[in-house]
């Protein structure tokens, strides 16, 4: 009789084990230092279970400040249908159309090489002040080794609008390009310089902006034609 009650004890005890509790969404009711844990050892056997978190798999992550912004901008590029063109179809369209390419690279790399043609505004710049939250963002820049730490051009609409007018037609292109389309890695697509610069343009009023798919490193690698600032120059001089 006494293993007879000893089993019918066993099998009316609850358990509470590491794995009996390890989907329950109770997981964190139960005070480790109560009796009932006690007596299961949870505190020895399932410390670590009780930092664990049962997520629906319809829950996602909360989007990050920068991820808002680009989706913004993403939503607005889509609303006034800025297009994107392979280089090959950019490079007709200048031929043959009047296109313009605006790359909005560094001064650096657009003097080291760029379409013949292309016009450069660049949307972002050299740190150029010293203030105290300007030496902070250098320090900042620094720390992750770089040491040409860059800001937005607050100058880039005035800067286009003196070269190029609303009705202008218009190419961004950058180093990589970027793109609005949706991929499964990707659902918002992936924001670059150009697909910035293309949003501020339409924006402040530009009717004809088309942006350039794959970048510059695509233009250069499919050997398209290229130009060097520097060759520019030595030509004038002749």
């Known amino acids: 009789m006494l293993a007879s009650a000893a089993v019918a004890a066993a099998i009316a005890k609850p358990s509470l ?29 399932c410390s670590a279970a009780r930092s664990f978190r049962v997520r629906s798999a319809a829950t996602k992550p909360a989007k990050s400040p920068a991820e808002e912004d680009w989706k913004t901008k993403r939503e607005l590029l889509l609303q006034k249908r800025v297009r994107s063109v392979d280089v090959k179809e950019a490079l007709r369209l200048q031929k043959e159309n009047n296109f313009v390419i605006l790359d909005v690279r560094p001064e650096a790399e657009f003097k080291e090489a760029h379409p013949p043609g292309a016009i450069n505004v660049q949307i972002y710049r050299l740190i150029k002040e010293w203030t105290a939250w300007d030496i902070a963002r250098r320090a900042a ?17 005035q800067s286009v609008e003196s070269k190029l007018d609303k009705d202008a037609k218009i190419i961004v292109a950058c180093s990589t390009g970027g793109t609005t389309k949706p991929s499964q890695n990707l659902p918002e697509g992936q924001q670059s310089r150009s697909l910035i610069a293309a949003y501020l343009l339409v924006l402040n009023g530009y009717k004809n902006v088309y942006h350039l798919e794959g970048g510059l490193y695509t233009w250069f690698k499919e050997g398209l034609p290229a130009a060097a600032a520097a060759a520019a120059a030595a030509a004038e001089e002749e």
């Open 141 to 157: 820049f620094a720390f992750f080794g770089i040491f040409s730490g860059t800001e937005e051009n607050p100058e880039f609409i």
């Open 17 to 45: 084990s590491c794995s009996g509790l390890r989907f329950s969404s109770d997981l964190n009711s139960i005070p480790p230092s109560s009796p009932v844990a006690a007596k299961a050892g949870f505190r020895s056997s």
